[in-house]
């Protein structure tokens, strides 16, 4: 993660988040409405044919939408 494109404050609150340890997912990027999430596959992670589970799927968009905003609230606020 590079500062320059890591707003901290959007930090804090993913990495706050215990599914997405859990699921070891990995912030890239967050600053200026934009959010980029990592995740590694792992077995942990899929459905019974070996694709990454739609709950999977579903929680890092969620996770992603809510982040971005995020980078354009006022300090303090929380989405």
Not at 11 to 16: E, H, I, R
Request: glycine residues 14%; proline residues 3%.
């Amino acid at each position: 993660m590079s500062d320059s494109v890591l707003d901290r404050q959007t930090a804090d609150s993913f990495y706050a988040q215990g599914m997405l340890r859990h699921f070891g997912a990995e912030l890239v990027e967050a600053a200026g409405g934009r959010c980029v999430i990592e995740l590694p596959y792992g077995d942990h992670l899929t459905q019974q044919n070996g694709l990454f589970h739609g709950g999977v799927v579903a929680g890092l968009a969620d996770a992603a939408c809510g982040h971005a905003a995020f980078t354009l609230a006022p300090e303090g606020a929380n989405v």
